[in-house]
């Protein structure tokens, strides 16, 4: 059964650093594009960046631009995401999403993890 | 950045009635247009790609249309698993979500 696993999450001081993994199964994960959504308590959805295939397009939101970093390693069927400078605001719960699409770096998103929770408090 | 909005933000339906939701883009995004429904508790479930293809899985009572800039999600005949939050997501350039539809009882 394909499947996305996400890990990572917990309690951060503001200002401090925390590193999201996305473990994927079930699929050729090397095919498709990749994003990191979150969703803070009681709020809507928000796209928080995206990876290309093979790494070559990037994109984030303007909240976590500069901060934010995602990466992939498609030898270990894994998507990270690297967050600095963590605010208050960035608390949330995490979603890794897999792309309907293969080749593209942007398409409607088939398949969503459980999801890991990232508080920022100090 | 293209922003999308929904409404109404709550729609207050009976069983077996119909349910209209709009979603509205701030530049054309073609058809790359998608709907998600969300529950209490779980990850979004992709509903509707491409403004008006189902997903698999997804029952015909299930429909979208629209392009450019206006969409709307149908739902012909509500069942009471279909009370849930809605979501709408352009995909045209790096994605964005709307504020979502709370589809709830009347």
């Known amino acids: 059964e394909a499947q996305l696993v996400e890990s990572g999450g917990g309690l951060v001081q503001p200002g401090r650093s925390l590193r999201l993994s996305c473990a994927a199964s079930?699929?050729?994960?090397?095919?498709?594009?990749m994003h990191w959504v979150r969703q803070a308590p009681g709020k809507g959805l928000e796209w928080v960046s995206g990876?290309?295939?093979?790494?070559?397009?990037?994109g984030y939101a303007d909240s976590v631009k500069g901060r934010f970093t995602i990466s992939r390693d498609n030898a270990k069927n894994s998507l990270y995401l690297q967050m600095n400078s963590l605010r208050a605001e960035d608390t949330a719960l995490y979603y890794c999403a897999k792309d309907r699409y293969s080749g593209s770096y942007a398409d409607a998103f088939d398949m969503w993890g459980q999801g890991t929770m990232v508080t920022v408090s100090s | 950045e293209i922003v999308m909005t929904q409404s109404p933000a709550t729609l207050s339906v009976s069983p077996g009635e119909r349910a209209t939701l709009s979603c509205r883009a701030s530049?054309?995004?073609?058809?790359?247009l998608a709907w998600y429904q969300q529950k209490p508790g779980l990850a979004p479930r992709l509903l509707i790609y491409?403004?008006?293809t189902r997903a698999t899985g997804i029952p015909a009572r299930f429909s979208g249309s629209g392009s450019g800039t206006e969409f709307t999600l149908t739902i012909s005949s509500l069942q009471s698993e279909d009370f849930a939050l809605y979501y709408c997501?352009?995909?045209?350039?790096?994605?964005?979500f709307g504020p979502g539809t709370k589809v709830d009882i009347k």
């Open positions: 990876i290309s295939w093979n790494s070559g397009s990037r």
């Open positions: 079930g699929f050729t994960f090397a095919d498709y594009a």
């Open positions: 530049q054309s995004v073609s058809s790359n």
């Open positions: 997501q352009q995909y045209n350039n790096w994605p964005s």
């Open positions: 491409g403004a008006s």
